[in-house]
């Protein structure tokens, strides 16, 4: 009842400092030119041996179901790759590794015959059962138990159990990729059948959690807020120093931001490019950037007119500066495409340097208004047309890089409407059979060179065009055990695409991933969190 | 002495019947009517998200190759190829019975998954009412009796800046200065129950608070000064009566239509918490509501918007029924019907 001047004090000092506070926030939010990660020198860390209690780890959004088979998105690839395993995994290098079989061989084009993990255990204490891994095969084929997944295993004929502690894998035909999509990046995480069974094959939600064989069992889940990894026993691997690996899902940035600065985010996923100077201030912690295995390019409806014009594709095409994208709009986290494939793609085959000189003497589109304006010119579209281009809310990059296309584009008398839309709206938008012009971004969850060209380009694709060559060539390609056969099949796929741009590439991806200095990982490579990363985790000092 | 005190027992117990008898009745009629809206609101909710952009099966199975048996075994699943108003009807017929369905996006039970959130919400609505309350009414009254002065100025100012300043903009300011510069409170998350929960909602409802305290302010403002200004109040002050007894006659006569925008701005707060939910990454009825609708998730968003709605009326229904508490007159009237 009592109000008086000293209240009123306290309120203007309050005034001010909310003014300051708000300066701050707008301040951090424009500041966006951020420096390439090979810029920074990263923190010269030490590993002190000691165990960790809990690391406290950041997603910017939330998983509904833990089952890849049910949603398959990349971060639920990261958060089983510590619970459950394949046959095989990819090491930091994207090679062929032992999971739950400790050594495979082909007994002919289309016979895998794996031998089983003798000490794998799931997480309850049971051992592991060739039968216990044949029915996870079968769930993770079912169109119906595994949505997600099951076009991974389309062509194969049968998964039996052919010893005491022996599995033959057959496919249809011969299959150069067939073997990832039986690791963990691909469709197969082994899960224990009896637990299946007493769930009736509802896994991964709240309820249920998962039950695998990896380092971390999940003993927490409440979606849209967090999910809880704590360390077994069980694990055939070495006991890893981190004990608990607590995820939090926080979608505003803004927070996440605040989190980390106050010190209670450990790690934190996906790092906005636009914030990645904030979080580069924050100095009890480091970003690290590394390819990401994601394609970002346009994409074309070939039914739609006038994109079922060869010349209006290859006009935007050429309309569109891709480096000037990659440098002043990602900040150079990224790398401008030659081709669909990646170059840690080719990792079974080239190192990164060889890669890249393979990849970057494609032919492609090089930024060129004159001949962009040439090619419409000689096009069905000579005298222009409005098109509209949508990109999803979670990738604003997409964004500024259509603002960029579209304003090249309107020099040449070509006006394309930009829109943000929620990404599930963006989603139905790819192939929908009435946006001429779109956006794939894609993240490769298995590094398999054929696995985003044969999406773009195969039977069946969003762009709706049917080219014999293409489809001849992703058959041949699948059929080419040879692992440099198949890049060359693929090489010529790519001059394929560029022939006809069926779709044209834009960018390779990075990913930001923030550390706090008190946390450090062994091998950080495009390929650390597609693999069991809790054990790669150390005390730092 | 009241009127009610001067009457025989008799009397008096008929009364009580009869307004009981009046109660019943008019719950009655207003119950009927809720349920009316109810079944309008189910319909259009269902058509909107039905006609809103966005396709099941790509948020299920998101942007990769997916084999027609799986887009087959979705549709399926979904019955989304069965006409509009079948789907309505399917869901309806089973809503009547309880069954409220299964979350496309989480794969459980509808009524599994609001349990699990709505205990978060309840305590965010609660504490944010609560906060605007206590905040809002005393300084609405001190307002109105300092009419003109500085701390009325003061309050209206404050009461500009809980209006005009939006929820999110807010929230990340608390988040900046309570959890960040002056580390007091979390700064996300639901807590591990109890007093924890507690602590961590205390800026959410904050922020939550600050708008609709503002409105409630404002009403209070209003109301009292009204009152203070009316013949009433001149002819109490005119009769000597203490200052004490003429606030107590000035609250009571404003009472109505501060309970009134109490009660309007409880349904506020129910859409506030989508955005305080999302900024605090609190796993309440809000975000879930926000997620199901990106996801076109049917169910979720059809037995939220129910709840919300009952919610609504029965809050519209008790604030209706406090009048016959708060003004004599209201009662006659319903008496003499």
């Given at each position: 009842m009592k109000t008086s001047s000293p209240p009123n004090k306290r309120t203007r000092r309050f005034f001010g400092v909310a003014i300051a506070a708000t300066a701050a926030l707008v301040l951090s939010a424009c500041s966006s030119g951020a420096s390439p990660a090979e810029d920074e020198a990263p923190a010269d860390l030490v590993d002190s041996g000691q165990g960790i209690e809990t690391v406290k780890v950041a997603f910017p959004g939330s998983l509904a179901n833990l089952y890849i088979g049910q949603e398959s998105g990349i971060l639920n690839y990261y958060l089983a790759a510590n619970v459950q395993e394949g046959l095989v995994s990819l090491d930091s290098e994207g090679k062929f590794v032992p999971g739950l079989a400790t050594e495979w061989e082909m007994t002919d084009d289309s016979t895998y015959v794996f031998t089983v993990r003798e000490d794998a255990k799931f997480h309850n204490g049971d051992t592991v059962t060739p039968e216990d891994i044949v029915f996870s095969i079968e769930q993770a084929a079912d169109p119906v138990a595994s949505p997600g997944t099951s076009f991974y295993l389309q062509g194969m004929a049968s998964a039996e159990v052919t010893g005491d502690n022996e599995i033959t894998v057959k496919t249809e035909n011969p299959n150069a990729s067939f073997l990832t999509n039986l690791s963990n990046v691909g469709a197969l995480v082994v899960t224990q059948q009896a637990f299946w069974e007493e769930h009736d094959g509802k896994v991964g939600t709240s309820n249920s959690l998962l039950m695998g064989t990896g380092p971390y069992a999940v003993t927490e889940f409440s979606p849209d807020s967090h999910v809880v990894l704590d360390r077994v026993d069980t694990w055939w691997g070495e006991q890893p120093p981190v004990e608990q690996i607590r995820i939090d899902f926080i979608p505003d940035e803004n927070t996440r931001l605040l989190a980390a600065q106050k010190g209670d985010i450990d790690i934190a996923f996906n790092v906005p490019l636009k914030q990645a100077n904030s979080w580069q201030d924050i100095s009890e912690g480091r970003v690290d950037a590394v390819n990401d295995l994601s394609y970002a390019g346009l994409l074309f409806d070939h039914e739609v007119a006038p994109f079922d014009d060869p010349n209006v594709r290859a006009a935007i095409a050429t309309a569109t500066d891709s480096e000037a994208i990659v440098e002043k709009l990602l900040h150079g986290y990224g790398e401008v495409a030659t081709?669909?494939?990646?170059?840690?793609?080719l990792s079974q085959v080239y190192d990164a340097d060889a890669a890249r000189d393979v990849l970057s003497n494609l032919p492609h589109h090089s930024f060129d208004m004159d001949r962009a304006k040439e090619l419409l010119e000689d096009s069905s579209a000579a005298d222009g047309f409005t098109t509209e281009l949508t990109y999803p809310n979670t990738g604003p990059q997409l964004g500024t890089a259509a603002q960029s296309i579209a304003e090249n584009m309107k020099q040449l008398g070509v006006t394309i409407n930009v829109r943000e839309v929620p990404i599930e709206e963006w989603l139905a938008t790819i192939g929908d059979g009435e946006h001429g012009l779109g956006f794939m971004w894609y993240f490769s969850t298995t590094g398999d060179p054929a696995e985003v060209s044969s999406y773009l380009l195969g039977a069946g694709n969003d762009s709706h065009f049917d080219s014999a060559e293409a489809q001849r060539l992703i058959a041949e390609s699948d059929a080419a055990l040879d692992p440099a056969d198949r890049v060359n099949i693929l090489l010529q796929l790519e001059e394929e695409n560029h022939k006809n741009t069926h779709t044209s590439p834009l960018w390779w991806g990075q990913s930001l991933t923030y550390f706090s200095n008190e946390i450090g990982i062994k091998d950080f490579s495009p390929f650390t969190f597609l693999g069991a990363w809790g054990p790669q985790l150390y005390a730092a000092e | 002495m009241t009127a009610t005190e001067l009457m025989q027992p008799d009397e008096q117990s008929t009364r009580t019947k009869s307004l009981v008898r009046v109660l019943a009745r008019t719950l009655g009629i207003r119950l009927l009517g809720v349920l009316a809206i109810l079944l309008v609101i189910s319909f259009l909710t269902f058509s909107l998200v039905y006609l809103a952009p966005g396709d099941i099966v790509k948020n299920l199975l998101g942007n990769r190759p997916t084999s027609p048996e799986a887009v087959a075994a979705i549709r399926a699943q979904y019955n989304l190829d069965d006409p509009f108003l079948m789907r309505y009807f399917d869901w309806i017929l089973n809503a009547l019975r309880g069954d409220f369905g299964e979350s496309i996006r989480l794969q459980q039970p509808v009524t599994t998954v609001l349990s699990a959130r709505l205990g978060y919400t309840f305590a965010l609505m609660s504490l944010s009412f609560l906060v605007a309350l206590v905040v809002a009414i005393p300084m609405g009254v001190l307002s109105a009796e300092r009419e003109g002065r500085a701390s009325d100025r003061l309050a209206s100012t404050l009461s500009l800046v809980g209006l005009s300043a939006p929820s999110f903009a807010l929230a990340i300011l608390l988040l900046y200065l309570?959890?960040?510069?002056?580390?007091?409170?979390?700064?996300?998350g639901g807590g591990s129950g109890g007093l924890d929960t507690l602590w961590h909602l205390t800026l959410p409802a904050v922020a939550l608070a600050a708008g609709i305290g503002a409105i409630l302010m404002r009403m209070t403002r209003a109301a009292v000064l009204r009152e203070l200004q009316s013949d009433a109040i001149t002819f109490a002050r005119a009769r000597g009566l203490p200052e004490r007894d003429i606030r107590f006659i000035a609250l009571r006569a404003a009472a109505i239509p501060i309970v009134t925008s109490a009660g309007l701005i409880l349904t506020f707060i129910v859409g506030g918490t989508i955005i305080v939910e999302t900024v605090f990454a609190l796993p309440g009825i809000g975000s879930l509501l926000q997620e199901a609708v990106l996801f076109k998730d049917i169910p979720v968003v059809q037995a939220i918007t129910l709840l919300v709605a009952a919610l609504i009326a029965t809050i519209t229904i008790v604030v209706d029924m406090s009048y016959l508490l708060f003004d004599p007159r209201v009662r006659a009237k319903e008496l003499n019907k």
């Open positions: 081709s669909i494939m990646t170059p840690e793609s | 309570f959890a960040m510069l002056i580390p007091i409170f979390p700064a996300y």
